[in-house]
């Protein structure tokens, strides 16, 4: 049975920082690409960056410079350091694994987390 299971979410001021977490279990962690999307109220889920196997990097322009996703395959975790937060950033955050880092970008998902609350306050 496959998890993914966020955690680190938050109520925080614009400015801020946070981390948010992903522990993976059920899956062969290494050889899946990983990702972490958001949902705000009324819009569409969109994705904000994804981390392929080889742990390249990708990034959605509005979070370039202010967020870093990085991985930890003895762990089975996939990270998201998120700096300097906006009001704009506030949204449930979903953790996402795809068999290649094409189906992350393309939101072609084989699992998803449950996801964390993110909430940037002004």
């Known amino acids: 049975q496959v998890q993914l299971v966020e955690s680190g979410g938050g109520l925080v001021q614009a400015g801020g920082s946070l981390r948010l977490s992903c522990a993976a279990s059920?899956?062969?962690?290494?050889?899946?690409?990983m990702g972490w999307y958001r949902q705000a109220p009324g819009e569409e889920r969109e994705l904000v960056a994804g981390?392929?196997?080889?742990?390249?990097?990708h990034y959605v322009n509005s979070v370039k410079g202010r967020f870093t996703i990085s991985r930890d395959n003895a762990k089975n975790m996939v990270y998201l350091q998120m700096n300097s937060l906006k009001p704009e950033d506030t949204a449930v955050y979903y953790c996402?694994?795809?068999?290649?880092?094409?189906?992350?970008?393309?939101?072609?998902?084989?699992?998803w987390g449950k996801g964390t609350l993110v909430t940037v306050s002004s």
């Open positions: 059920g899956i062969s962690f290494g050889y899946y690409a």
């Open positions: 996402a694994a795809g068999g290649n880092i094409n189906r992350i970008l393309s939101s072609n998902i084989n699992f």
């Open positions: 981390i392929s196997s080889g742990s390249s990097t």
